[in-house]
C-alpha cells in the first residue's frame, strides 16, 4: 500500500482530535454529555433516514475512523448496538483482515 505523506498527515490529525474530543469529554457535566449525545443521535438518524432513501450515496470512511471502530469492537461490550453508518459484520471483517495483515507481516 502506498502512503503519500499527506494522507499519514490527515490520519495521526484525525487521531489526535479524537484524543482531545474524548479527554475533553470528562470536563462535561453529566447533562451537557446527555445533550451532546442526543444532539448527535438525531443527526446521525436524520444520516441514515438519508442513505436509506439513497439522498446521499455511501460515505467514504477513514482509515482513523475505521482502527477506531475495530479498538472499539474488542473493548466496548455493546458495541453492536452503536452502529449507525456501518453493518456489525462490516467490522468484524476489518478485525479479521487486520489480523490476517498481522501474521502476514510475522512470517
Not at 38 to 59: P, V
Not at 61 to 80: G, V
Not at 83 to 107: D, F, M, N, Y
Amino acid at each position: 500500500i502506498m502512503f503519500n505523506f499527506k494522507s499519514i498527515f490527515l490520519f495521526f490529525k484525525n487521531w489526535i482530535q479524537n484524543v482531545l474530543w474524548y479527554l475533553k469529554s470528562f470536563l462535561k457535566t453529566k447533562v451537557q454529555k446527555e445533550l451532546e449525545i442526543l444532539a448527535l443521535r438525531s443527526q446521525l438518524s436524520m444520516f441514515q433516514l438519508q442513505i436509506t432513501n439513497n439522498k446521499i450515496s455511501n460515505t467514504k470512511l477513514t482509515i482513523a475512523f475505521i482502527k477506531l471502530l475495530d479498538i472499539l469492537s474488542k473493548k466496548f461490550t455493546t458495541w453492536k448496538s452503536s452502529l449507525i453508518i456501518v453493518k456489525p459484520q462490516t467490522v468484524v471483517g476489518w478485525h479479521k483482515k487486520a489480523q490476517g495483515e498481522l501474521q502476514s507481516k510475522r512470517r
